[in-house]
């Protein structure tokens, strides 16, 4: 049962357009979410998250979206440059409580074309 | 100091050997993971430690062997392990295991066992 779901394998955008990652979870009791970077053979990088308290958090380029009645969430970068091109994963958790295991999703790969 | 460092970067061993993987963080997080990521998968947790005591193994087969000698170093134990087990394995230290807390990830140990 894949509780975290990003439904595109891949992402294709033009340098200085807007790139726009999405995820999809089904677990009602997730209220945290966050967003990794990925490059080949390193390890994940942290780069945003948002509690379900907020709609948005914004940080540089990148802003997230809540939409929790959608349990959907996106993650906005702004403009997309060439070095952003990884694996991007989201991830959530059940923050409030004593289970703090991270579900992640199964990523999208962007690729931002200069 | 932001970082959490993984030892060796590549390990090759055969079945029949016995090898560690080390990890440190200077962050003064209490909650330090181990992950196994596959190609073009997301990271699978496998142990996590809280106050350096072991609060989840994700039914890990034994040939796995976590350990955490203090609240900065984690180790995993190889022993006789399989061809399938090859992998990037993944370290991750978070400041407590509850809690919205981000999870920060080491570089990984490309491990290929022959």
């Known amino acids: 049962d894949q509780q975290v779901k990003q439904n595109s394998p891949s992402l294709s955008v033009q340098e200085g357009r807007i790139s726009i990652l999405n995820c999809d979870y089904t677990?009602?009791?997730?209220?945290?979410f966050l967003w990794y970077k990925k490059y080949p053979a390193e390890g994940p990088t942290f780069l945003i998250s948002?509690?379900?308290?907020?709609d948005k958090n914004e940080d540089g380029r990148f802003t997230v979206f809540l939409n929790k009645s959608a349990k959907h969430l996106s993650l906005h970068i702004v403009p997309s440059q060439p070095g952003d091109s990884a694996v991007y994963f989201c991830?959530?958790?059940?923050?409030?409580?004593?289970?703090?295991?991270?579900?992640f999703g199964q990523g999208t790969i962007l690729t931002v074309h200069p | 100091d932001t970082e959490v460092t993984q030892t060796p970067k590549h390990l090759v061993m055969g079945m029949t050997n016995k090898k560690s993987l080390k990890c440190e963080q200077h962050m003064g997080h209490r909650a330090m993971y181990w992950y196994k990521q596959k190609a073009k998968k997301p990271p699978e947790l496998m142990f996590v430690?809280?106050?350096?005591?072991?609060?989840i193994n994700e039914s890990v087969p034994s040939r796995f062997s976590p350990e955490c000698p203090n609240s900065s170093l984690l180790n995993l134990h190889l022993h006789a392990l399989q061809p399938e087990d090859s992998a990037l394995y993944l370290c991750a230290s978070s400041q407590e295991f509850e809690g919205y807390n981000e999870q920060f990830f080491g570089p990984g140990t490309r491990l290929t066992v022959l």
């Open positions: 430690y809280s106050y350096e005591k072991l609060s």
């Open positions: 677990n009602s009791m997730f209220d945290y």
């Open positions: 948002i509690s379900s308290i907020k």
């Open positions: 991830a959530a958790k059940r923050g409030g409580t004593s289970y703090g295991k991270l579900t």
